[in-house]
Each structure stands twice: as C-alpha cells, then as structure tokens.
C-alpha cells in the first residue's frame, strides 16, 4: 500500500510540482469563518497559504478603511511614516495597522514591498511571457494567463491572487454610491486601468530597478504590461480555479506516477 506522507517536504520533486500545479484552486477552505455551505467547496489545495504579512495587512487596513478614499495609490503619503512601517515590518515585529494609520501611507508601502521584491511578484523569467499575451484576445488570452499562472511557486501565486482579489474590490468602489440612509458615498476614482497603471510596473519588472536602462525598456512595454495586469484583475475568479476536468487530469496521473500524493490529498480532506 501507499506509504503516509505527513508533510509536502516528505514529497518528490517530480509530486511537488504536480501539488503546485493545483496551487491555484483557492477556495479559502482554511479560513474559519467560512459557512458551512461552502464546506462541500474544499479544493485539491495542500499547501499553506503562502503570503507575507505585510501584502495581508497592508491590503485588510486599505478594504477596512479605504475603500472609499479617493485618489487612493495615487495621493501622497508622508515619507517619514511610511519608512517607520517599513522597518517595523523589516525587524519582524507584529505590526498591527488600524484607523490611526494614514490609508495613503499604507497604500504607499505596499507599492513599495512590491516593487522592492527581490525577484518581482511575476517572475522576471516570465515576463516576455506574459506580455506575449498582450495581443490575444478573449478565451485564448485568457488560457495563456492561466497557464503561465501555473508556472508561479507557491507564494507568489498566493501573494499575486490576494493583491488582485484586493485591487477588483478597490476597482469595485471607484464610481460614488449611495448609502443605505441616501448618503452618498463618494467613489475612490481608481478604475481597473488605473491600478493596473499603477501597479503594471511594480508586478510586472523586467529589470530590478535602479539597473540600468530599466526605465527606458519598461516604457516600451508600459502599454502591453498594463493591458496585461488589467486582464489578471477583472479575471482573476477564473484564473485562479483549476477546472474540474483539469483537475481530474492531474489526478488520474498522479495515481499512475505517484499514489502517495493521491493518499495524502484524501487525510487532508
């Protein structure tokens, strides 16, 4: 029979890939607060929840509190404050943000952690790959994102769905509303093409900045690296769920090349 396999780390480096090409089907089943409803919602997902404390927080304090602030990502922040954060962060303190932070200044750190990411949140290996799919369109754009998607470790792919997630909510609030009391609730003015302006560049990095003529060969794609981010945020639900039919593919390999993984997917559920 199949041996146990309590830990990932215990898998093959073949099994692990073949764990990670399931890394993108995230229902949040760990998440304690979920209905009971979504119970019968688990995904073949083994692996822990990979994203760093700051992009999580940073995001959460933005959802709370400035949802509806305008010009968020685009206003300025006090660069003094933002530093503190930054460092609080850097020293591994458990750094808790509330209303008594500046939304602009968590706004501004986290653009900050991305475009500082030693390797940037898309990997620069990929990144003619996914500007390549700048110039297709609809289902086939759309099946080349999601297996590109597929190639990212683990944290990045976790940490890129839960910034996209964030930003289709900002974009979600960018036109004035009204409230249940007829107040109107004024629209934060950012637009999926704004973030994706704004963000295109921190996500999607060709050359470390700073590195010479990083600037002047990221213009030249500026446009396709939009269109590009652009398309992750409004799709990002269908990119990020594996279909079953895929799903029922890995498995039926997995239980021809690698029966262990097969019984550590079932303890796990």
């Given at each position: 029979?199949?041996?146990?396999?309590?830990?990932?780390?215990?898998?093959?480096?073949?099994?692990?890939?073949l764990?990670?090409?399931?890394?993108?089907?995230?229902?949040h089943?760990?998440?304690?607060r979920?209905?009971?409803?979504?119970?019968?919602?688990?995904?073949?997902?083994?692996?822990?929840?990979?994203?760093?404390?700051?992009?999580?927080?940073?995001c959460?304090?933005?959802?709370?509190?400035?949802?509806?602030?305008?010009?968020?990502?685009?206003?300025?922040?006090?660069?003094?404050?933002?530093?503190q954060?930054?460092?609080?962060?850097?020293?591994g303190?458990?750094?808790?943000?509330?209303?008594q932070?500046?939304?602009?200044?968590v706004?501004?750190?986290l653009?900050?952690?991305l475009?500082?990411?030693?390797?940037?949140?898309i990997?620069?290996?990929?990144?003619?790959?996914?500007?390549?799919?700048?110039?297709?369109?609809?289902?086939a754009?759309?099946?080349?994102?999601?297996?590109?998607?597929f190639?990212?470790?683990?944290?990045?792919?976790?940490?890129?769905?839960r910034l996209?997630?964030?930003?289709?909510e900002v974009?979600?609030?960018?036109?004035?509303?009204?409230?249940?009391?007829?107040q109107?609730?004024p629209?934060?003015?950012?637009?999926?093409?704004?973030?994706?302006?704004?963000?295109?560049?921190?996500v999607?990095q060709?050359e470390?900045?700073?590195?010479?003529?990083a600037?002047?060969?990221?213009?030249?794609?500026?446009?396709a690296?939009?269109?590009?981010?652009?398309?992750?945020?409004?799709?990002?639900?269908?990119?990020?769920?594996?279909?079953?039919?895929?799903?029922?593919?890995?498995?039926?390999?997995?239980f021809?090349?690698?029966?262990?993984?097969?019984?550590?997917?079932?303890?796990?559920?």
């Amino acid at each position: 029979g199949a041996m146990s396999v309590d830990s990932i780390a215990d898998l093959s480096d073949n099994a692990s890939r073949l764990l990670e090409a399931l890394q993108l089907s995230h229902p949040h089943e760990l998440d304690p607060r979920r209905s009971l409803a979504k119970k019968k919602m688990l995904s073949l997902n083994p692996i822990t929840w990979q994203v760093p404390r700051i992009v999580d927080r940073c995001c959460r304090h933005i959802e709370t509190h400035g949802l509806q602030t305008v010009g968020i990502f685009r206003v300025g922040s006090s660069k003094k404050r933002v530093q503190q954060l930054r460092e609080e962060f850097d020293r591994g303190r458990d750094v808790f943000l509330d209303e008594q932070q500046s939304v602009h200044d968590v706004a501004a750190l986290l653009k900050e952690f991305l475009r500082d990411m030693p390797d940037s949140l898309i990997p620069r290996e990929l990144y003619a790959a996914f500007l390549s799919t700048a110039s297709m369109e609809g289902p086939a754009q759309l099946a080349a994102l999601q297996l590109l998607l597929f190639l990212l470790p683990p944290c990045h792919s976790d940490t890129l769905h839960r910034l996209l997630r964030f930003l289709s909510e900002v974009a979600r609030h960018a036109e004035s509303s009204w409230g249940p009391d007829g107040q109107e609730l004024p629209g934060n003015k950012m637009t999926v093409s704004n973030l994706a302006t704004v963000f295109g560049p921190n996500v999607l990095q060709k050359e470390k900045p700073g590195e010479k003529d990083a600037g002047a060969r990221n213009f030249e794609d500026s446009a396709a690296i939009i269109l590009v981010l652009q398309r992750l945020i409004e799709h990002h639900q269908t990119l990020f769920t594996v279909s079953p039919a895929m799903q029922r593919d890995i498995l039926r390999r997995l239980f021809q090349t690698d029966p262990d993984v097969i019984d550590y997917l079932l303890r796990r559920k």
